[in-house]
């Protein structure tokens, strides 16, 4: 089974401070894990995927992401905010194997909020 | 082009009434599926299919059928619409419905049912 757990349900930081939103999750398998970003009254998109590569990931518009298996995390990172990231962040596990077998389980959703 | 398309993008109805939503790939996967974003954002899956056979079906009232005419569309339809049935759905799809896919995801569609 899979599980995700996104532990901040908000965030807020000025512009051009750094960002830090925390997923942690839970696999039977080797997970792939990826971050979606939804802008209001949009659909999602995606911003970067692991899948057992390189621990460190890089995504569009400035964003990283590292994957620490030993404390199941998958936080994702920026090193300064702009206005235009303020949106909501979804963290996503999937599971190669095993009856979730393609499916992707979402966390709760983190809403990062950038003021000037 | 657009990758995933939906329509309607905004669906408003009565209770009782039956819709359904359509969805459309151009990416060529073989693989779509239905997830339900429900009031506080929370996105569940509900179906996949692959090569127009159900793959996946989630605890769905069996109010909701899904049709898949051929792979590279994927219909939702809605009998007897709930006042709960309000969310947005979103349709989505990926190259062979393996674990670790990227999923690319189409706009959604906001049903409201009054």
């Known amino acids: 089974a899979q599980s995700v757990t996104q532990l901040d349900s908000h965030v807020s930081v000025s512009e051009g401070t750094p960002v830090l939103l925390r997923c942690n999750y839970s696999?039977?398998?080797?997970?792939?894990l990826f971050w979606y970003v939804q802008h209001p009254n949009k659909g999602l998109q995606l911003l970067l995927k692991y899948t057992s590569a390189a621990t460190l990931v890089k995504g569009i518009n400035g964003f990283e992401a590292e994957f620490k298996k030993s404390e199941t995390s998958f936080h994702l990172t920026k090193p300064s905010a702009h206005m235009s990231d303020a949106a909501e962040y979804f963290c996503v596990v999937s599971e190669a194997h095993g009856t979730s077998y393609g499916k992707l389980t979402f966390g709760q959703g983190t809403i990062l909020t950038v003021h000037p | 082009d657009t990758a995933v398309s939906q329509t309607p993008k905004y669906l408003v109805t009565q209770m009782g009434n039956d819709k359904s939503i359509k969805c459309e790939q151009n990416l060529g996967h073989d693989t779509m599926y239905w997830y339900k974003q429900d009031s506080k954002k929370f996105l569940k899956i509900m179906f996949s299919?692959?090569?127009?056979?159900?793959?996946i079906n989630e605890t769905v009232p069996n109010r909701f059928s899904p049709k898949s005419p051929d792979k590279a569309h994927l219909n939702l339809h809605i009998n007897s619409l709930e006042l709960g049935d309000s969310a947005v759905y979103f349709c989505?799809?990926?190259?062979?419905?393996?674990?670790?896919?990227?999923?690319?995801f189409g706009p959604g569609t906001r049903l409201l049912v009054l």
């Open positions: 299919y692959n090569n127009k056979e159900l793959i």
């Open positions: 696999s039977s398998y080797s997970p792939s």
């Open positions: 989505a799809s990926s190259q062979s419905g393996r674990g670790g896919e990227t999923q690319y």
